[in-house]
C-alpha cells in the first residue's frame, strides 16, 4: 500500500525505459505483482501503465512479453476496458505496436510456453470487451495453431494408444499439461463463440478447433470432457444464419458429427465426471434443430440417422424442464425437416414416425399433466407437429390413417392453456399477432422455435398444391359424426365437456367452407385450416367444382344439420352456479350453431334456405339462434349476388329490425342492413320507420350507430326512391344521429357527421329537397356547431367534411328565394368563417356564395352579407393561386361596390390595394412569354458580338454606386462564368468580366453574395481561360489582367480579415445569431480565399518583372496576403502554398531596384 501510495507506479514506469533488458524484466515483475490486486489496477490504469506495456510486448524477450502479458490479462480481469488496437497491434509510422494477440502467437511457438498461452486466452474470452478485441485480432488462428503444434498434437496422439481407463480422475488430468491446454481452448471457445456479432470474424476456426476436438475424442475417450464445450460453440454458431449458410451448408463430415454427438455425450456422462451430460443433449438438439432450417443440410441429416436421435428423445418423459427443452428442440427438427421435403415416403419410416408420435403424446395422462405443467406444452408441441404432417401430402397418411391420435391431439391443442392458473373464464388464449399474419415463404424462412412467429401451423398453408388433404380431414370428421357412438371410436382425453368434438367439427367444417377469415377468435387448428382454405383459392390452376364437391356434398351438409341439432338439444344449459367444465360448456352451444351456421351461408344458391333462415329468425326467441341468423344474413351480404338474393326476401326487413334490437346480435344485423340499402331498399313505409327507431334509441354500440349512418346514406343514394325515404323520416334520422354522434364525443373526425353532411351536400343539387333541408334545421344546426363557446361539431370536421358543408351552402345560395334564410337565420357569413381552410375547392364554393348571395343589389339583405368579415374573408380569397377563387372573390367584391354605405369598408380595408396586386400578377399568357424568353436566350450566347455586349454592360452598370448590390443580387458571378465559357471567348470578354468583379468587390455589402455564388472560383475560371484565347494575348494585357484580379481578391480579403475586427469592436450591439451567422460567413470567405491563393502566386511568377503593371499587381498580392495572414489558422495554409517564398521574391526584385 504504501508503494502505491507513495507514487511509485510512475518511477517503475519511467524505470522501465531504461535499455536494459533485465531493468526492464524487474520493472514489469513489480507491475505484474501489483496487478494482482484489484485495488492497485486502478492506479495502474490510471497511471497510463498500458502504454509501457504495450511497447515493451515489440521487443524480443519471452520472459519480458509474458510479463507483460500477464499484467495486462490481470487488469483486464479486474475490470479494465482497452481499446482494440492492444489486441491488433498496429501504430505510426517508424513504430509499429506487435499487439497482445500477436505476441501470444510467438510464444505459443515454444512448448513451455502453451499452458500459459490458453490461461491467458480462457482469460481474455471472459469479458465482452476483451473478447471482442482478441477475435478481431485473429485469436482463432492462434487457438487451432497451439491445439495443432507438434508438441501437442504429438502428446494428444499418446492418448489415442493408452487403453482407456474409468479410474482416472481430475487430478491426473491436471497432471497432463496437454489435457489442461485442451480444456482451457476447449472452454475458451464456447465463451467466443457466443458473440453472434462476431462469429464471421472468426471464421472457420471455430469450426475447426470443435473438428478436431472430435476426432481427437472419437479415437480416445479421455476427451469426454470437451463434448460440452463443442456442443456449446455449435449450438452458438448454427444460431447464425449467415455463418450456417456460409460454412455448415454442405460439410457432410461436420453434419454427421453432429448427429453422433448426441449419443458421445451419452456414452461420456458414465466415464467423465466432467462432463455436463444434460447441457451437452441440450446443445445438441439446439444445434439439429438450427442446422434443419438450412435446406442443404436436411438431406445430409437424414442420411446421418438424425431419426433415430430424435426418436429418442421424443420418447423420453418431460417430468423436467430439461426433457420438455430437449422435445421442443426435437418437434422443431422435424417439423422443419417436413417442410423442406427431406423425409422420403421410405418403406416401414411413416409407421414407424406415427408409433412414435402416439406414444409420445400418450405416454403421460392427464394427472401427470396436472402435476407437470412442462407436459402440457409438450403436448401442445405434439398438436402443432401432427398438423404439420396432416398437411403434408407425402406425410399425409401417417396421422390420417390414425384419426383418434388426429382428433385427439388437434382438440388438445385447440384447448390448451397457455397461461396456467389463470381463472377458466379466460383459459382461451389470444388471439397472437403470428394468426394474423399472412404465410411466411416458409422454404426460406423455418421455424426457429415454437414461440416464434413463423411456429404456428398457418405458415405450411402454402405449401398445399391439391385438395386431398381437406378431403381426408372431412372423411374424419363425418367419420366422427356419423358413427353411431363416436366416443368410442374416437377416444378423448377426460376433462374436454360434453359437446367439445361437436364444436370442434363444426368448427372445422365452418372454416372449410369459409374462404375467408373464420367466424372462430381462438388461435389453433380452426385458422390454420380456414388460413389454408384461403390461400388454395389463389390457386388458378384448382377448380371451384373440386371444392364443392367435398364441401358442401350431401352427406356433409347432413353433418352440419346434425350438429346444429347436437348442440340445441345436448349441450349443458346455461347456469350461473356451474362448475369449471360447465363453464367452457356454455359458450359451446351458441359457437356450436354459429358454426353451423356459417357452413350453410357459403353454400347458399337458391332463396330456400335464405327464406328458411328468416322464418327461423322470425319465429324463434334463442339468442344463439338469432346470431348465427345475423351473422349469415351479414356474411352473404358482401357479395352483389347475396345482396340481390336478400332484397328480393320476404320477411328480411322485419328481421333485421328484430335483430337490430338484440345487443349480441345488432351488430351483424347494422352490416347485412347497410350492405342491402346498396342495391336498395327492402322496407315498406311502417318497416322503415321502425327501423329508424331502431337505428335512433336501440342502438348501444358505437360500431352499430356509425354502420347504421351509412345505411342510411346509402338508402338516400338511390334516386328513385329517395323522396319516399326522406318522407318516412330516414334524413330525420340522419341528421339526429349525426347531432347526437357530436354532442356525446369529444375525439377526432366522426364517420356520421362526415356522411351526414355527403347525403345532404348531394340533395342540395336538387332544388326540390331545399325546402326540406331548411326546415329540417341543418343550417342552424351548423352555425351552432362551428360557432359559439364548444364548437363541437368543427371538432369532427375533416377536410372533406368542410367542403360537403360550404358546398351545402353554395348550392343552397344559388336559389334566390333561399337568401333570405341563409341571411338572417344561418348567419351564412360567420358559418363561412369558420369552415373555411387552406382547401382551393372549400374557397371556390364559399366564394360562390357569397357571389350568389350579393348578386341583388337592390335588396337590402346585402347590407348584411357585405360585413367586415365577409370583406376580411373575401380578401383572404383574393391571395389563393386558384384563378376560379379569385375571380369569384373579385365578383363578390365588385357586388359590394355597389353598396354605397359600405365604401367607408373599401377604403378601410384597403380593398382597392388588394385588387391592384392581383391585377399585377402574372397571368398564364405572361407566364407563356417569359418561358418562350428563356428558351431563346441561351442560343445568342453563341455570337461573339452578344457576348462582348454583355459584358461591356455589366461592367458599366458595376461602376455605378447603386446599381451594384442590386447586380450583385442577381447571379452576376454564375452569368459571368457563363459568358467565358461560351464558344469564341475573346479577351474583350474576359477584360469586362474581370472589371466587373472588381468594382462589384469594392463594395463590401456585396461580398456576402458573391462568396455564395463563387466568386473566386469565377475568377480562377477567368483566369484559365486567359491562356486559351486564339490568337494568344500579349503579355502586357495578360499583365493588366492579372491585375485586375489580384485587385478583386485583395478587395474580398476584406471580409476574412477586418469583419471579425468590426465584430469585436461592436460585440454589445450584436445578438449571438447575429454573431454566430457571422462566424459562418467569415469562415466561408476564408476556405474560398485560401482556393485562390495558388493563382496569386502563379500570376506574379507569370508576369514577367519587366512589365510596367508588375509593381502594381505585387502590391495588391502582397495587400491580400497580408489581410488573410492576420486570420491565424490560415498562416500554415499559406506558407504551403509558396507564399513565402512569392515574398522572398518580390522582396529581391524591388530590393534591388
Known sequence: MSFAAHDAIPVVLEAAWSPSFHVKVLCTTALCRLSCYPEFTKTLFASKAVIELSNMLSLPHPPLQKLCIQTLVNMICHGCEFHEKLFCGGGNVGHNKLGLVLAISQLTEEPANGRFAAQVIFNLSLSPTSAAGAIRGGIGEVLFHLIKAPHTTLTLAKLR??????????????????????????????????????????????LKIVQHFLYLYESSPRLGFVLGHCARVLANLSANDEYMSSVFNGNEDLVEKIVRLHAWASAAATT???????????????????????????PLLVQSGVFYVLNEVLLMEANTSHVATLKDDALVALVNLVCHDAIAPAA??????????????????????????????VKYMLSLTICYLALNPHLRRVVTSRPALLIDALLFGFHYNHSPGADNADKAPCLSGGMLKLQQQLREQPLDAFDD??????????????????????????????????????????GFVTGAVEYYCAGMLCCFSSWTLPLSKRPGILFTLSRTIWTLTQQTHESANDWGAILFAPRVQDVVFRLSRFAAHSCPPTSPTTGDNNSRALNLRPATQAYCTGSIEISVDNAHLVVALVEACNGSEDPPTLLACASTFAIVSFTPEGRQLLLTTQGLAHALNKLGRSSMCQQYAAVAACNVAITGCMWNEEELKDFVVVALLRSN???????????????????????????????????????????????????????????????SDTVVYHDTILKLGVTAFLLGGVSGRRKRVLHFLTPESRRHAVGLLCNLSAREANHKELIHSAQVTDILRCLCDGDTETRASAAMTLRNLTLRVANAEVVRVCTRNALNLLLVFLTSSNDSVRRLAAQAIGNCSLVTELLHLFVELQVGDALLQVLETHDPTTNLMVRRWQEALPP????????????????????KAVAAPLLARQNIVALCQLLSTAPHTSATVLGECVSCLVHLSTHIATHTVLFETGVVETLGHLLHHVGEIDPPLSPAVTAIL????????????????DRQTSLQQDQRSIDRSVEQATAMETSAACDQLMRGVPWLVKMVRTVATSQP??????????????????????????????????LLDIHRTFKSV
Open 161 to 206: 494408444l493408452t487403453p482407456n481407463s474409468s479410474s482416472h480422475d481430475a487430478e491426473e488430468d491436471d497432471s497432463n499439461p496437454q489435457l489442461v491446454i485442451a480444456r482451457l481452448i476447449a472452454i475458451a471457445s464456447g465463451h467466443f463463440s457466443k458473440y453472434l456479432d462476431l462469429q464471421l470474424l472468426m471464421g472457420s476456426w471455430s
Open 453 to 494: 412467429v413463423r411456429g404456428d401451423p398457418t405458415d405450411v398453408s402454402g405449401e398445399f398444391q391439391c385438395v386431398d388433404h381437406i378431403q381426408s380431414l372431412v372423411d374424419v370428421v363425418v367419420t366422427c359424426m356419423i358413427h353411431p357412438k363416436h366416443s368410442a371410436k374416437i377416444p378423448v382425453d377426460h
Open 1109 to 1142: 503593371s508588375y509593381p502594381k499587381l505585387c502590391v495588391e498580392v502582397c495587400a491580400a496576403m497580408a489581410n488573410l495572414c492576420k486570420i491565424k489558422r490560415l498562416r500554415a495554409a499559406c506558407v504551403s502554398a509558396g507564399i513565402v517564398h512569392m
Open 348 to 377: 416401414g419410416l411413416d409407421a414407424h414416425l406415427a408409433d412414435c408420435l402416439s406414444t409420445s403424446f400418450r405416454c403421460d395422462s392427464s394427472d401427470d399433466q396436472n402435476n407437470n405443467p412442462h407436459l402440457g406444452h
Open 1042 to 1057: 492579372f491585375t485586375h484580379a489580384a485587385m478583386a481578391v485583395r478587395n474580398l480579403s476584406l471580409s476574412a480579415a
Open 701 to 763: 354500440s358505437f360500431d352499430a350507430i356509425q354502420v347504421h349512418a351509412k345505411t342510411l346514406y346509402n338508402l338516400l343514394s338511390h334516386p328513385a326512391s329517395r323522396a319516399q325515404v326522406i318522407s318516412d323520416g330516414v334524413l330525420y334520422a340522419f341528421l339526429k344521429l349525426a347531432q347526437l354522434q357530436t354532442n356525446g364525443l369529444r375525439g377526432g373526425p366522426e364517420e356520421t357527421l362526415s356522411l351526414c353532411l355527403h347525403a345532404l351536400f348531394n340533395l
Open 272 to 298: 467423465t465426471t466432467t462432463l455436463n451430460a444434460d447441457e451437452c443433449q441440450q446443445n445438441v438438439l439446439r444445434t439439429i434443430a438450427n442446422v434443419t432450417r438450412c435446406p442443404l443440410c436436411c
Open 940 to 959: 445568342l450566347l453563341y455570337d461573339p458580338d452578344v457576348c462582348n455586349l454583355a459584358a461591356t454592360t455589366l461592367h458599366i452598370l458595376s461602376r
